[in-house]
């Protein structure tokens, strides 16, 4: 008997226990709108870990391009988002990969970026890139391809030099029509 009486009381509390969490603190969701509630800020004052979303700066920034002819450097605004000064120059290189006006063409749109490293002590912007065989211009392309970087980077007056990276080494062109400055200094432009 005592037996039976100590399985009702297990299967009781565990009916109490799974009605509970059921019943739960949960954030009302539209079933339209798939956001989630924001989480509420920790009781002690401190911000939660994830990625402070209200530190980010926005900016707008002139990106270089060129006209639909292939003849010459156009600028065309953007607005970037960024929390550091790495993230700001990638955003910058990403603004100068895209355009949505054919009045404006993207030489860059099929460049990878492996990696972006600004030297503050110097002001050194480092840039590794990979470009692909249909990405490769002839000489007038090559030097429109430079300017439109030096366009977009030089705007930024803490960075005094850009140093090129091809697939992470240092290369005396790009494309093999120009010879490439390493780095391209300030005033070079």
């Not at 439109?148 to 366009?151: A, F, S």
């Given at each position: 008997m005592k037996k039976k009486a100590n399985i009702m009381l297990l299967?009781?509390?565990t009916a109490v226990l799974l009605i509970l969490a059921g019943c739960g603190n949960k954030p009302a969701t539209d079933p339209g709108n798939a956001e989630s509630a924001p989480n509420p800020t920790p009781s002690n004052g401190s911000s939660p870990s994830a990625p402070d979303a209200e530190k980010k700066e926005t900016q707008e920034i002139e990106v270089g391009y060129v006209d639909s002819e292939l003849t010459q450097v156009k600028t065309n605004k953007a607005e970037i988002e960024f929390s550091d000064s790495n993230e700001k120059y990638t955003q910058a290189f990403d603004a100068m990969q895209r355009s949505d006006d054919p009045d404006y063409i993207s030489l860059w749109s099929d460049i990878g970026l492996e990696s972006l490293e600004f030297h503050e002590a110097d002001?050194?912007?480092?840039?590794?890139?990979?470009?692909?065989d249909e990405a490769r211009l002839g000489s007038g392309g090559e030097l429109l391809f430079l300017d439109?970087?030096?366009?977009t980077m030089f705007q930024f007056q803490e960075i005094q030099s850009i140093?090129?990276?091809v697939d992470g080494k240092e290369s005396e062109s790009l494309m093999g029509h120009v010879d490439l400055e390493n780095p391209i200094v300030r005033g070079s432009e």
């Open positions: 299967l009781y509390l002001g050194g912007l480092t840039l590794n890139i990979h470009i692909p439109t970087l030096k366009q140093q090129l990276l």
